[in-house]
C-alpha cells in the first residue's frame, strides 16, 4: 500500500479565486492521478500526472481550469482556478506505483466548498 | 468503453446478518475489478479486487467477492455485518487493455443497524 497525505483537509473558498491542493507520499510512485467527487455522486478522473511529462487531461476537464504540477516521484499539486460554487467537491489524490502494479490508492481527499 | 453498474443506493441490514452489495461491469476483454470503502469524512479505502485465478476473492475486514464471468458481477460480501461497517461502498472496473483508468460506480450506502 501506500501513505498518502493531502494538504489542506478542507477549505471553503470565494467565488473567483484558486485553491491549491498538494499529495504527498512517503515512497516513489510512477503514476499519480487527480479524482473529483462532487456531492452525493461517484468519482470522475480529472488527469493523471507522471513525472516528468505533462499531465493527460480527461474528457471535460482542461489545464487552464485544473493546472497540475508533478516535480518529482512523491510529490503532486492540484491547482481548481477561477472558482465557482460548482468547483464544490472533494478532491482526490491517488497513486500506483508501477505498471505491473494494479492497485491504486488513494489519500484523504480535500473537501472544497466554494460560497 | 467500461463501465460499473451498483444497482442499489442503499443497503440496509442488521448487525449479525450477510451483507451483499451488488455490482456488474461492462468491459472489453478481461477485467481487473475493485471494491473500495468510503467512511465520513475519509478517503478510499482499497478493500479487494480480482486480478486472476480464483473467482473467490478475500479482502479487508472479513470482505469477500466473487467474480462472476457469465454474469458480469463482482457482487461484494460478509458473512456477519458489523455496525461500524456503515460506510459508502464503490465498486471499481479497468479494462487490462487499459493501463491505467479506472471507472467507478454510483456506489452504494450500507446501514448496518444494531
Known amino acids: 500500500s501506500a501513505v498518502i497525505s493531502q494538504k489542506p483537509s478542507r477549505d471553503i473558498c470565494q467565488r473567483g479565486t484558486s485553491l491549491t491542493i498538494q499529495c504527498q507520499v512517503d515512497s516513489q510512485v510512477t503514476m499519480m492521478f487527480w479524482y473529483r467527487q462532487q456531492p452525493g455522486q461517484s468519482l470522475t478522473l480529472i488527469a493523471t500526472?507522471?513525472?516528468?511529462?505533462?499531465?493527460?487531461?480527461e474528457s471535460g476537464f482542461v489545464i487552464d481550469k485544473f493546472p497540475i504540477s508533478r516535480p518529482n516521484l512523491t510529490f503532486s499539486t492540484l491547482t481548481v482556478s477561477n472558482m465557482s460554487p460548482e468547483d464544490s467537491s472533494i478532491y482526490l489524490c491517488s497513486v500506483r506505483r508501477g505498471p505491473s502494479t494494479d492497485t491504486q490508492y488513494f489519500g484523504p481527499g480535500t473537501r472544497l466548498t466554494v460560497l | 468503453a467500461q463501465s460499473v453498474a451498483q444497482p442499489e443506493d442503499q443497503v440496509n441490514v442488521a448487525e449479525g446478518n450477510p451483507l451483499t452489495v451488488k455490482c456488474t461491469y461492462s468491459?472489453?476483454?478481461?477485467?481487473?475489478l475493485f471494491w473500495y470503502v468510503q467512511y465520513p469524512n475519509r478517503g478510499l479505502q482499497f478493500l479487494l479486487k480480482?486480478?486472476?485465478?480464483?473467482?473467490l476473492v478475500k479482502g479487508s475486514y472479513g470482505f469477500e467477492a466473487e467474480f462472476n464471468k457469465s454474469q458480469t458481477s463482482f457482487h461484494l460480501k460478509k458473512p456477519s455485518a458489523l455496525v461500524s461497517d456503515s460506510a459508502l461502498y464503490f465498486c471499481?472496473?479497468?479494462?487490462?487493455?487499459?493501463?491505467?483508468?479506472?471507472?467507478f460506480g454510483a456506489g452504494t450506502t450500507v446501514t448496518v443497524r444494531a
Open positions: 500526472a507522471n513525472q516528468g511529462s505533462e499531465a493527460t487531461y
Open positions: 480480482y486480478i486472476t485465478g480464483d473467482n
Open positions: 468491459v472489453s476483454g478481461n477485467p481487473y
Open positions: 471499481a472496473v479497468r479494462a487490462r487493455s487499459n493501463d491505467y483508468k479506472l471507472s
